[in-house]
C-alpha cells in the first residue's frame, strides 16, 4: 500500500487548478479532486455511493485540527473486506487502510487524524465480492499537519513504540469485544517547525499496524501523515480463545515494536 500512499502524496503536491485545496473550493472542484484520488488509488475501479455498507461521523467544525475524531460504522460488517480512509485535501490524502482478518468485528472503528484545510473526508468500504462503496462528510478544520508539538522533538519521541491496550465491558461467549489501543508514537508529518532550531522535523510516522488474536489476524492498518500524535484504535474482536492478543508496528524509518497482551476473560 505505501505505492498507493507514495501516489497520493504526488498527486497533492503536483496539483493543478482543479486539484487546489481551499475552503472557498465550490461542489465541483471538491468532486473532482475527489475523482482524481479514486483514479490514482483504485485505477478503473468503480467507487459506487452507498447509505448502508459504511457512514462516517466527524465533528462538523474541529476543535483541534491535529486531534479530529473520526468514527467508521459498517453495519453490513460479514460482506466488509476492508475500509479505506481519504483526507481529500490533506497533503497526503490517503490516511489509512484497514483489512479485516477472520477475528475482528468489523462494525465500527474509530481513529484520530489530523485535517489540514476545509475538506471533504471519504470512507470507501471493500467488500467481500471485490466491490467498492464510498462514504462522505465535510469537516472544517485548519492546520493540522504543520501544528507544533509543543514540546522538543526528543520528548515527542520519548517512549517511542509503547502501547496500551483496553477492553470495554463484560465478555461474553461469541459476543464481540471492545478495545482500545494506545500507541505511543509522535507520528511527524514533515511539516512541523521544531520551535527550537527552526527546522521542519523530518517525516517519521506509524506506517503499519497489525493485530493478532493468538495467530488469527484481527485487522491490519496501513497508515500516513494523517494519523494523530500517539494513535489511538478503537476496534472489536471475536473472544474465542485463540491465545495472547499481538500488536506489531513499524513506521517509515525503521522503527519496529512488538508487544503481546492477555487476552480478556470469557464470563459465563
Not at 47 to 58: G, N, R
Not at 187 to 211: C, E, H, W
Request: with cysteine; aromatic share 8%.
Amino acid at each position: 500500500m505505501r505505492t498507493i500512499a507514495a501516489f497520493a502524496i504526488g498527486l497533492a503536491l503536483s496539483a493543478g487548478p482543479v486539484l487546489a485545496a481551499g475552503a472557498g473550493d465550490s461542489d465541483a472542484e471538491r468532486e473532482a479532486r475527489w475523482g482524481e484520488i479514486k483514479q490514482s488509488v483504485f485505477k478503473d475501479r468503480a467507487v459506487e455511493k452507498t447509505d448502508t455498507l459504511v457512514s462516517i461521523d466527524a465533528p462538523a467544525r474541529a476543535l483541534d485540527a491535529a486531534l479530529v475524531p473520526i468514527t467508521l460504522t459498517m453495519p453490513q460488517k460479514d460482506r466488509v473486506k476492508g475500509v479505506y480512509l481519504f483526507i481529500d485535501d490533506n497533503p497526503s490524502p490517503y490516511a489509512a487502510h484497514f483489512e479485516f482478518g477472520p477475528a475482528a468485528d468489523p462494525s465500527e472503528v474509530k481513529l484520530r487524524v489530523r485535517v489540514n484545510n476545509y475538506t471533504n473526508v471519504h470512507a470507501v468500504v471493500e467488500t467481500k465480492d471485490g466491490k467498492l462503496h464510498e462514504a462522505v462528510k465535510f469537516v472544517k478544520a485548519s492546520g493540522g499537519c504543520s501544528a507544533p508539538m509543543g514540546m522538543s522533538d526528543e520528548e515527542a519521541m520519548r517512549g517511542m513504540g509503547e502501547m496500551r491496550l483496553k477492553f470495554g465491558g463484560d465478555v461474553k461467549p461469541g459476543q464481540p469485544v471492545e478495545a482500545t489501543l494506545m500507541v505511543r508514537h509522535p507520528n511527524f508529518s514533515g511539516m512541523q517547525m521544531n520551535q527550537i532550531t527552526r527546522d521542519y522535523t523530518p517525516a517519521r510516522y506509524v506506517q503499519k499496524l497489525s493485530v493478532a488474536y493468538g495467530d488469527t489476524p484481527v485487522f491490519t492498518l496501513d497508515g500516513d501523515i494523517s494519523l494523530a500524535t500517539n494513535p489511538v484504535i478503537n476496534f472489536a474482536l471475536l473472544p474465542e480463545g485463540r491465545g495472547p492478543i499481538k500488536v506489531t508496528a513499524s513506521d517509515n524509518q525503521g522503527g519496529r515494536w512488538e508487544h503481546s497482551f492477555d487476552a480478556p476473560a470469557v464470563s459465563n
